[in-house]
C-alpha cells in the first residue's frame, strides 16, 4: 500500500528536513521553500493528501496558502487538511489560524509519534467524510421523480 503524501512548506530547509525525518516511515514526503512554492506543488501533484505549513515565510506566507486552499475551486484541495508548523505563536495568531480552516497545529520541536497520530487521524476524518458522502449518495433516490408519488409526495 502506497504511503499517503504529506508536503511540508517551510522557509528554513533544516525544519523541513527535520519534520520529514520524524515522520517518513509513516509518510511519503515533499518540500516546498515558501506558500508559492508550495501552492504550485498542490496543483501539480493531486497525490497530495495533507499540508503541514510555517506561518512566517517570504512571498507567500502561511496564512496566504491556507486562503489559496480554502478558496480553491478544485475540492481535492479545497479539503485538504491544514497542520499549522508552529514555533512560539501567540493565541491570538492560533485562533486566527483556526479561523481561517486550520485543522491542527504542530510543533518545529514535535516528536515522531504525536506528528504520525495527529496526520493520521487527519486523514481518518478525511476518509470518514468521503465515505459519508459516498453512502449518502448511493442511498439518494429523490432525484428519480418515477419513485415518489406526484399527488403524495410518499414513495413508491
Known amino acids: 500500500m502506497d504511503k499517503p503524501r504529506v508536503l511540508i512548506v ?3 530547509k533544516a525544519i523541513r528536513a527535520a519534520v520529514a525525518k520524524v515522520i517518513r516511515s509513516f509518510f511519503d514526503t515533499c518540500e516546498a521553500a515558501d506558500g ?3 501552492w504550485a506543488e498542490i496543483e501539480r501533484d493531486p497525490s497530495i493528501a495533507v499540508v503541514i505549513s510555517d506561518l512566517g515565510m517570504p512571498r507567500l ?8 486552499i480554502r478558496s480553491a475551486s478544485s475540492q481535492r484541495i479545497r479539503e485538504l487538511p491544514f497542520l499549522v508548523l508552529s514555533g512560539d505563536e501567540d493565541d491570538a495568531t492560533r485562533r486566527r489560524a483556526r479561523d481561517e480552516g486550520a485543522n491542527d497545529f504542530i510543533s518545529k520541536k514535535i516528536r515522531g509519534v504525536e506528528a504520525v497520530a495527529r496526520i493520521d487521524n487527519l486523514l481518518r476524518l478525511v476518509q470518514a467524510r468521503h ?3 459516498a453512502s449518502h449518495q448511493a442511498l439518494k433516490v429523490d432525484d ?4 415518489w408519488d406526484q399527488l403524495t409526495g410518499a414513495f413508491t
Open 10 to 12: 517551510d522557509d528554513s
Open 131 to 133: 465515505d459519508l458522502e
Open 61 to 68: 506566507d502561511g496564512f496566504g496558502l491556507l486562503q489559496r
Open 144 to 147: 428519480d421523480d418515477q419513485m
Open 36 to 38: 508559492e512554492a508550495g
